[in-house]
């Protein structure tokens, strides 16, 4: 098991792009934003990423099953020493190359400038979530959600006109 800890630089990210592309597992700590590129950079260079963490959103889950191509670690026992370690050992090659496969599988997902590629699939789940939005949009103006968003609510309270998007 070896560990980097790398700057933010042109050659450190090449280094870092290499180190992914032959290593078996990458490391997503929580604390990562769900974007963050190491997730992404992983995913694309086939290495099987290990999320540690609770309670974390992942990009296009509406359509991917993280499951079958990462490995999920509590954060209670990722803390304890030699966890991952001895975890990530017990895993078979078979079970490795699974994950492998999932990932080549799904990389175009994560691959900007590809057709059908990362833009196209942020744009495909925003578009999902427009309707949804601008129903809660319309509801907030006539006070029906309970979950208004602060903004409104501040409007109401102060007898400001209702927050409106333009939507």
């Given at each position: 098991?070896?560990?980097?800890?790398?700057?933010?630089?042109?050659?450190?990210?090449?280094?870092?792009?290499?180190?992914?592309?032959?290593?078996?597992?990458?490391?997503?700590?929580?604390?990562?934003?769900?974007?963050?590129?190491?997730?992404?950079?992983?995913?694309?260079?086939?290495?099987?990423?290990?999320v540690v963490s609770d309670d974390i959103e992942l990009p296009?889950?509406?359509?991917?099953?993280?499951?079958?191509?990462?490995?999920?670690?509590?954060?209670?026992?990722?803390?304890?020493?030699?966890?991952?370690?001895?975890?990530?050992?017990?895993?078979?090659?078979?079970?490795?190359?699974?994950?492998?496969?999932?990932?080549?599988?799904?990389?175009?997902?994560?691959?900007?400038?590809?057709?059908?590629g990362a833009v196209d699939y942020i744009w495909r789940a925003v578009a999902k979530k427009l309707?949804?939005?601008?129903?809660?949009?319309?509801?907030?103006?006539?006070?029906?959600?309970?979950?208004?968003?602060?903004?409104?609510?501040?409007?109401?309270?102060?007898?400001?006109?209702?927050?409106?998007?333009?939507?």
């Open positions: 098991m070896v560990i980097k800890h790398g700057i933010q630089s042109r050659e450190g990210r090449r280094l870092a792009a290499r180190g992914m592309r032959t290593s078996k597992f990458c490391l997503h700590p929580a604390g990562d934003t769900p974007s963050a590129c190491r997730l992404f950079d992983a995913i694309v260079s086939i290495c099987v990423p290990v296009f889950e509406d359509e991917l099953d993280y499951t079958k191509f990462s490995i999920f670690v509590p954060t209670k026992d990722a803390i304890q020493p030699g966890y991952l370690a001895s975890m990530l050992q017990q895993i078979s090659n078979a079970r490795l190359q699974q994950y492998q496969e999932e990932l080549r599988k799904i990389r175009n997902y994560f691959e900007y400038g590809e057709p059908d309707p949804q939005v601008r129903t809660m949009i319309h509801q907030d103006k006539r006070g029906r959600n309970a979950n208004m968003t602060s903004v409104c609510k501040k409007g109401l309270k102060d007898g400001l006109p209702a927050f409106d998007t333009g939507i």
